[in-house]
C-alpha cells in the first residue's frame, strides 16, 4: 500500500492527508479527522449509516476511496448546518439542519445508528427539491435502513422540514 498526500475539504475546511488511495472516505474522516457523523454500519453501501455529501451530493463513505474525493467539497453530519446555510444564502448558521430540528421533534431517533444517513439523504433531497411529495420522500429514503423501525416519524419529520 503506497502512501499519497491528498488534500480534502471537509466541512470548509482544507486537510491534507497522507494515506493510501483505496482507503475508505469513511476511515479517514472518523481515524485521521476524528468526525464521527458517519458511522460505520454494513460496510456493503447497503444501509446508509455512512453517507455524506460530496459535491452536495450523497454517497456512501465506506465504499468510496480517498482518492475519489480528494479537491473535492465534502460534508459530514458536523457541517450539515453550515452547508445548508450556505447554499440558502442565510446571514447565520442554524444550529442544526431543519432535518435534523424535525427529526429531534418528531422523536424519530431511537438508537440514532442510521439517522446519520436519513439526514444526508433527506438535505440532498430538500436542496434539489424544497417541496417533495411523500413517495419522493419515500423514494430518496428507501436506501437507508433503520434497525428500530421509526420510518412514519422519519416521513413525518422530513415532511416538516421541507414546509419550514
Known sequence: MAQQRFTLIVNGQTHVIDADGQTPLLYILQNDLALRG???GCGLAQ???CSVLVDDREVRACITPLAAV???AITTLEGVA???ARRRDLARVPDMHPVQQALLEAEAPQCGYCMNGI???SAELLDQNPQPT???I???LAGHLCRCGTYPSILRAVQK???T
Open 82 to 84: 453550515a452547508w445548508h
Open 138 to 140: 419515500r423514494a430518496a
Open 119 to 121: 439526514v444526508m439523504k
Open 70 to 72: 480528494a479537491g473535492r
Open 47 to 49: 444501509c446508509g449509516s
Open 38 to 40: 458517519a458511522r460505520f
Open 134 to 136: 411523500e413517495e419522493q
Open 161 to 163: 422540514a421541507a414546509r
